[in-house]
């Protein structure tokens, strides 16, 4: 599936890319512009990505093929602006077998190469195409440590409930810039998920929920609990300033 992606019809992304045009790339030449992403939504992403690659790997190329994944340009380094979980999930199912030459379809939001350093990040931030705190909520942490390929991203248990919540219609999908992550804070406030430490549960990642070889989730009894609060909270005034809030409890 990897040679057949890379012999699309696109060209290689080069140095001088403009805006608006389409390429094809190695994930392993894009810069994540975050540290973190959520077990949760990665699991199930790369089950349901190895369902279609093992059916048929031309499933797979069509499903990328339409979802291009939005990068920044600035010299030879190549952004990855969006869709991490998408890059994190392609990468789980497929490095084991085609190693480095994974591809991926890329659509240049802008070329950045004419920026110094300061303003180019400045206008990342600006822009929105950055998310500069870690998997604790901590920040925001300097560009420079930034993670240097999608393999080195960190799950954030927070990301993954923030998911999970969304799943079960506790909030509105919406286009609002890192509307999960501002989700996941808002529950790292108040949900404390590391219990139970003395049974071997040690955070939600570890206890809440189970996904099978092709991407079904199973939420579990102990995960129920969180979840029940967690939609709880969104359905609350406290959570009414939040992107994507379906309303108050009367």
């Not at 060209?11 to 190695?26: I, M, N, S």
């Not at 994540?32 to 031309?58: H, L, S």
Request: with cysteine.
């Amino acid at each position: 599936m990897a040679q057949h992606l890379c012999d699309s019809e696109f060209p290689w992304c080069p140095a001088d890319a403009r805006g608006g045009e389409f390429y094809k790339l190695r994930v392993k030449e894009l810069s994540p512009t975050q540290f973190a992403v959520g077990k949760a939504e990665v699991a199930v992403r790369a089950g349901r990505m190895r369902k279609k690659y093992q059916k048929d790997p031309v499933k797979l190329h069509d499903y990328l093929r339409t979802r291009p994944i939005p990068i920044v340009v600035r010299g030879k380094q190549f952004y990855l602006v969006d869709h991490h979980h998408l890059v994190r999930a392609l990468y789980a199912t497929l490095h084991k077998e085609h190693g480095k030459d994974i591809c991926v379809f890329v659509k240049v939001m802008a070329n950045a190469s004419t920026l110094e350093e300061v303003y180019f990040w400045k206008t990342m931030h600006e822009q929105n195409w950055v998310y500069l705190f870690d998997q604790s909520g901590g920040g925001p942490q300097q560009p420079a440590t930034l993670p240097k390929h999608i393999k080195d991203l960190k799950f954030d248990p927070y990301r993954s409930l923030a998911w999970i919540v969304r799943e079960h219609h506790g909030y509105v999908k919406n286009s609002a810039p890192f509307s999960e992550f501002k989700w996941a804070n808002f529950f790292r406030a108040r949900i404390l998920l590391d219990h139970d430490i003395l049974a071997g549960k040690h955070t939600f990642d570890d206890f809440a929920f189970a996904v099978d070889e092709h991407g079904a989730l199973e939420v579990t009894d102990d995960g129920k609990e969180v979840l029940e609060e967690a939609l709880f909270l969104a359905a609350s005034k406290e959570a009414c300033g939040l992107p994507g809030f379906r309303g108050a409890m009367v």
